[in-house]
C-alpha cells in the first residue's frame, strides 16, 4: 500500500531565507504525525506546500501515490486532503450549518455547471449537522460564524475539513489560543477523527498533548528534519534536545 | 400606452437586465466590475452588424449574448490575477478601452456609430414586450442561481478565496462562470437596446453608465435580486418624473451612491429587511 502522503525532497527559498531545505518524509495512512519545531524553522511553510498554497522550489508532493505538486488547494482538497488553518477562516458572513454545509457538497461544487444543476442541501444539511454535533458545536447551527468566539471558530475549522470526507486532514495549531477546557475537548475531537481511520498531521506548539496524543513525531529546524520517529525516544535525542527544547522544557513535556 | 410610456418601460427592462446582471458578477460572486457598459456596448454593436446585414432578430439576441460573453470571460481571466480595488480598476479600463476602440473604427461607424438599423418588425409596443419576458426571465433565473449550489458557491468565492479552496471550490472556475453569466446578460441587453433605438453610437456605453448600474446594485442592496430590480426602476424613473434630477443626474446618483455606503451598507435590501423585522417584533 502506498503512503497517504509523500513528501520527497521539497525545498522553498523567501529571498534570503532557506526556509525548507530537502524534506523528505511519508506518512503510512492511518497514521497520527506530530509535526513540531521552534518558531521559524519552516512548518507553516511546508504544510503551505503540503496544503498547494506554496509552489515548492523542487522536490514534490504526493497523496495517495499520485503527484499533486503541481495541483492547486482546492484540487488536493477534491484528492481526500482537508486542513485547518492556524489564523481560523470561516466564511463570516454565513451561519455555521452553511459553513459545514458547503462543505459536505464538495461534490456539488465541482464544476460551476454541476452547482448550477443542483438546488437540494437536504442530504448536506443532515450530515453537516451530525458534523456539527459531533465537534461539539450542537445549538450555534443559526449562528453566523463570524460571531462565534475563538474556541468555537476553532471547533467549526475542523468541523468544516471533516465535511470534505477526507482521508487525510492537516491541522495547523488547532489548540492555539483555546483555553484548557476547550484544548481538552478540541485533543478529544482529533483523537476520534483519528480512529475514524482518518490519518493526521498535526503541527501544534503545545507539545504536552502531542506527546499525549501522537504516534510519530517529526522535529523540523532550519528548514530541515532533524528527528522522526517515537515521540519519546525523538524527545530524548540530544540533537532534538539542543535545537528545539532546552532543558527544562524536556522535563515538562515528559510530565 | 402612450409612445413615451412605451420607451420609459422598454428602459427599465433594459436596466433591470444589466443591473441583475451586474449583480451576479459583484454582487454573488464578490467581484468588482466597474465596466459593465462594455459589454453592454459590445452585444449591442454585435447585434446592430448582425441585423444590418441579416435583418435576423433570434440570431442578432444569440451573437449579442455571445459577444458579451467572450469579451467577459476574457475580462474574467484579469480577474484572475487582480482583485477588490485592482479588478474595479482594470475594468474601468475595459471600458475606456471599448469607447477608444468603437470611436476609430469604420466597420463600427466610428463617431458616427451604426444608424438606420433594421427594425424588429414587432412594434414598439412588441420590443417592449420581448425586452420585458427576457427581464423576468433574468430576474427568474438571477433567483435560481441564487439558491443554487452555484450561488451557494459564489458567496463562498466572494467572501474568502482561501476558505473557498479548502472546501473544494475552485474560485477560477467560479469567477469565470460570473463573468461568462453576466456579461451575457449584458450582452443580451444590448442586443434589446438596438432594437429599441435603431441608432448606436459609443457613447451609449461609457464609463459613466457603468458607474449607473453599480450604483443600482448598491443601492438595492449588493446580493439582493429583489432591491437591485427595485433600485434600477427607481432610478431608472428618478430623472424621468423629477426635472431637476435628470439635470444634477451625476451628483444626486453619486451623492447617493456615498450616502449609501456611508450609512446603510446593506442597500434598500437590507433597510427593508431591518422594517420587516421591527414590524414583526411590535
Redesign the interface.
Known sequence: MSAAIEIDNVAIRFGGIQAVDGVSFAVKAGDFVGLIGPNGAGKTTLIRIVAGMLRPDRGRVKLAGSDVTGDGTATRVRRGLALTHQIVRPFREMTVLDNVVLAAGIHRTLNPFRALLHIDRKRESERAGNIIAQVGLAGTERKLAGSLPLGQMKRLEVARALAVDPKVILLDEPLAGLNHTEAATQVETISEVHKSGITVILVEHNLEEVMRICRRLLVLNNGQVIGDGDPRAVMADPVVHDAYVGGGMVTHAEA | MSAYEVSIVSIIGINVILAVSLNMISGFCGQISLGHGAFFGAGAYAAALAMVSTGSVTLALCVALITGSILGIIVGFASLRVRTDFLAVTTIGVNFLFIGFVRKQAWLGGEMGISAIPATGLGAAGNMVMILLFACATVALSF??S????G??F??VG??E??????????A??K??AFGIGTALAGLAGGLYTFFTQFITADAFDFILSVMLMAMVVIGGIGSTWGVVVAAIGLTLLPEAMRFVNDYRLLIFGGLLVLVIRLAPGGLAAMAHGLFLRVKRS
Open positions: 435560481y442561481i439558491r443554487s449550489w452555484m451557494f458557491a458567496r463562498a467572501e474568502d482561501g476558505a473557498a479552496a479548502t472546501v473544494g471550490i475552485s474560485s472556475a467560479y469565470l462562470a
